[in-house]
């Protein structure tokens, strides 16, 4: 038997033959836990009746009052045992829920192992390998014919290379020059017309009385 056979084999068996399951179990512990929380409830709720009892018979009605508090005592001191039990059950109830979700984590699992030893038994490592070899082949050869297919072809038209340049050289060369001729080129520039009218010459009175001041000057810087 193989060990998930073991763990889920024979607990099966055992739940066949009229034990409770997991689930049944836990579902009783949620009712109990119902059925001790609602005595809570009740408890307190008595325990404050007979609290306001023995304050309302007080020193008027001492006998009333101290039975009053004997009686609180005894709900608290039930109060408390629930509570104990409570916390048991709520343990109890806890550790079986965990164990339950290992038992069934632990079924899936075994689950997925036999699939996946289903899936592995049709296969072998050395085909395995030889098909990834095949793919690796095919895809090279791809990229070689895309290679091939993205080339240029000239289809019988062969040019060389150094003769276009040189000419295309030989067209920017001139197309240069044109521009040169057009930005220095010589430029037609109307000149303003000689003008027809004699100007007037000097006076003779003005030359003569220059004349006579230079001589002026001259015989000054003589006798100096």
Do not use: C
């Not at 005894?74 to 109060?79: A, G, I, P, W």
């Not at 408390?80 to 709520?90: F, P, R, V, Y």
């Not at 079986?96 to 049709?122: F, I, P, Q, R, S």
């Not at 070899?133 to 091939?148: G, M, N, P, V």
């Amino acid at each position: 038997m193989s060990v998930f056979g073991k763990l889920f084999g024979a607990g099966g068996a055992k739940a066949g033959k009229g034990g409770p399951t997991p689930q049944e179990a836990i579902q009783r512990l949620r009712d109990t836990e119902e059925m001790l929380s609602k005595k809570q409830e009740f408890l307190e709720k008595k325990i404050e009746q007979e609290l306001t009892a023995a304050k309302k018979h007080g020193t008027k009605n001492k006998r009333a009052a101290l039975q009053a508090l004997k009686r609180k005592k005894r709900y608290e001191k039930q109060l408390a045992q629930i509570d104990g039990t409570l916390s048991t059950i709520e343990f109890q109830r806890e550790a079986l829920e965990n164990a339950n979700t290992n038992t069934e984590v632990l079924k899936n699992m075994g689950y997925a192992a036999k699939a996946m030893k289903a899936a592995h038994d049709n296969m072998d490592i050395d085909k395995v390998d030889e098909l990834m070899q095949d793919i690796a082949d095919q895809q090279e050869l791809a990229e070689e014919i895309s290679t091939a297919i993205s080339k240029p072809v000239g289809f019988g038209e062969e040019f060389d290379e150094d003769e276009l340049m040189a000419e295309l050289e030989e067209l920017e060369q001139e197309e240069l020059d044109k521009n040169l001729l057009e930005i220095s080129g010589p430029e037609t520039v109307p000149l303003p017309n000689v003008p027809s009218i004699a100007l007037p010459s000097k006076p003779a009175k003005k030359k003569e009385e220059e004349d006579d001041d230079m001589k002026e000057l001259e015989n000054w810087a003589g006798s100096m």
